[in-house]
């Protein structure tokens, strides 16, 4: 077999290179229309997007999220320098090696189709009036089956929603199907909780080693909002802010109305500090306080260490006050806590 000339060979491996390069520009804030234009262009042809060292500004200018197509194998996004965690950007610390900078309200990226990947450190900055990663619901292609590596989230509502539905163009047509058996891992939160789901179906997802902070006056952050679904399982999340609630749940199924929660971990903090494992937000029939709701029961079980503080409150359950003088309220003998 007769081998290829070297210059052909060369000329094949800086093609290769430039089909990655999808014309990012950093440190540059006027040009964030053409980073949104040209990361979008790459995701809606099947690139791969590879984000350089150094701040990604991305403005949208109205036009939304970055949106992947609503395929199998929708999307992958890789971040190739050096991570470490997200401090402001000072002379002696550094900084996240790549920042990425939302210059909108709204989220940054929504997730339309099935497989997406995200692999690598990087910081995402938001305005705090949005999730920051859209997971549509869908039955065609049955979505989710995603793996999220590496992001550092600050200043977003959540990190993570898994939606009711989906959008087409621009209206959004409920479809609570999918959303699920999806992997996020090796990340960090700032002033934001993880994952709120408002998909009955948004179930099997593994969270794995997340960090959450927070900055300023400490405020209650909410780990996981289950609105609808349920079968979460979290491992190895650390707890470095001192009012947190792990899980908070309003509707019910019987059918996936279990939460895991392993080797967690709750540090110590030198002033007030509250946590709460499970909270019940869901409806509470004002209207017929003798209505049994006895047949809600979340089967909870959790594990890990909470440093000792004379200040902590500790919550195993907690439910609104009109639920607790009901004769027959919801069912919490199996919300377990069994760690130190």
């Not at 992947?68 to 320098?81: D, H, I, K, N, Q």
């Not at 971990?265 to 002033?271: G, T």
Request: net charge neutral; hydrophobic share 35%.
């Amino acid at each position: 077999m007769t081998r290829p000339p070297t210059i052909l060979l060369l000329l094949l491996a800086a093609s290769a290179v430039r089909a990655e390069n999808v014309g990012l520009i950093a440190d540059s804030v006027i040009a964030g229309r053409e980073n949104y234009d040209n990361w979008q262009r790459a995701i809606t042809r099947g690139r791969t997007v590879t984000v350089p060292k150094g701040d990604i500004y991305l403005d949208p200018k109205g036009d939304g999220p970055l949106s992947t197509p609503a395929r199998v194998s929708c999307g992958r996004v890789e971040v190739p320098s050096a991570g470490g965690y997200a401090v402001k950007p000072n002379p002696f610390t550094g900084q996240m090696a790549t920042r990425i900078l939302w210059q909108d309200d709204g989220p940054f990226l929504r997730i339309r189709g099935s497989g997406f990947v995200w692999d690598g450190q990087a910081e995402i900055i938001g305005r705090g009036k949005a999730a920051c990663v859209e997971v549509e619901g869908r039955s065609n292609p049955a979505t989710g089956r995603h793996q999220i590596n590496g992001p550092h989230f600050r200043n977003w509502a959540v990190a993570i929603r898994a939606l009711g539905g989906y959008y087409e163009r621009g209206k959004f047509i409920a479809d609570e199907n999918h959303a699920d058996n999806s992997l996020a891992e090796n990340c960090e939160t700032w002033n934001c909780g993880i994952f709120h789901s408002q998909n009955q179906q948004a179930q099997n997802w593994v969270f794995r080693r997340w960090i959450i902070n927070q900055e300023g006056t400490p405020t209650t952050i909410v780990a996981f909002d289950i609105e609808r679904g349920g079968l979460i399982t979290a491992e190895h999340i650390v707890s470095c802010v001192p009012l947190l609630t792990v899980f908070r749940v309003k509707d019910y199924s019987p059918n996936n109305c279990y939460l895991r929660l392993r080797d967690f971990e709750f540090d110590r903090f030198p002033c007030k500090s509250q946590l709460t494992l499970f909270e019940y937000a869901g409806p509470q029939f004002e209207f017929n306080p003798g209505f049994d709701m006895g047949y809600i029961k979340w089967r909870v079980r959790a594990d890990g260490w909470i440093a000792p503080n004379d200040q902590l409150e500790f919550k195993r359950v907690s439910v609104p006050e009109f639920m607790q003088q009901k004769s027959k309220p919801i069912d919490t003998s199996d919300v377990v806590w069994e760690g130190k």
